[in-house]
């Protein structure tokens, strides 16, 4: 079956480092993404890896990907408050890569206090 | 380019009525999806449809739900007879042709209440 599990709060410190996890269950997902969704706004997406990765690193963003464990790290390098938002995680199972829908899980509630 | 463009941005009905959300997907981009937010929840996919076409409805309840994306003009999402657990925030989504999800951008939302 397809979900995605995420927890659903994290609450770290300014210029620390913030860690969100996720669990998915489709093996045949070929691709993992990390959103942003700020209060009243849409979906921003942050970043994605392709399963065949196992880490990808973009300016303060670090996806890891364990693929054995079906687990999906984002970790933000010095917080700032300006990443107080709701992370999401999402897989596309493969059956769906050629343009087909995102499954997500249920957001972690990022704060960031000063 | 103009990004998605979801329009009313806030709609308010009472039960019975009828709501119908509209997007505009990007320039260029032939291929839109529908996610449902409930509150506290993560977005669930509800209907992925290219111009004139219903892909993938597997997400949509079976009653009073439909979507439409014609030749010209925006695609609608189309609630009939809303009731109060219909209240959410409608997101959609546009890809270009072929597009994976990595090239789905999202609009800003509808956000509908009912009374």
């Known amino acids: 079956g397809e979900d995605v599990e995420q927890s659903l709060f994290l609450s770290v410190r300014e210029g620390d480092s913030s860690v969100i996890n996720c669990t998915y269950t489709d093996s045949s997902s070929t691709y993992l993404y990390w959103y942003k969704q700020e209060p009243g706004a849409g979906l921003q997406l942050l970043t994605y890896i392709f399963s065949n990765m196992d880490m990808k690193q973009d300016q303060r963003l670090t996806v890891l990907l364990n693929k054995k464990d079906k687990h999906l790290s984002l970790r933000i390098a010095d917080t700032q408050t300006g990443d107080s938002a709701i992370y999401f995680c999402a897989e596309s199972p493969a059956v769906y890569n050629q343009g087909g829908k995102l499954i997500f899980g249920q957001g972690t509630e990022l704060s960031v206090k000063p | 380019n103009a990004g998605v463009m979801q329009n009313p941005r806030h709609l308010v009905r009472r039960r019975g009525q009828e709501a119908r959300l509209r997007c505009s997907p990007m320039k260029g981009h032939s291929h839109v999806y529908w996610y449902r937010q409930l509150p506290e929840e993560g977005l669930k996919f509800m209907v992925y449809?290219?111009?004139?076409?219903?892909?993938?409805e597997s997400g949509m309840p079976k009653e009073r739900f439909s979507a439409e994306f014609p030749k010209e003009g925006p695609s609608i999402l189309r609630i009939q007879q809303v009731v109060r657990g219909d209240s959410a925030a409608y997101f959609c989504?546009?890809?270009?042709?072929?597009?994976?999800?990595?090239?789905?951008?999202f609009g800003p939302g509808t956000r509908l209440t009912v009374l």
């Open positions: 449809l290219q111009k004139e076409n219903i892909i993938d």
């Open positions: 989504a546009s890809s270009p042709i072929g597009g994976k999800g990595y090239e789905q951008f």
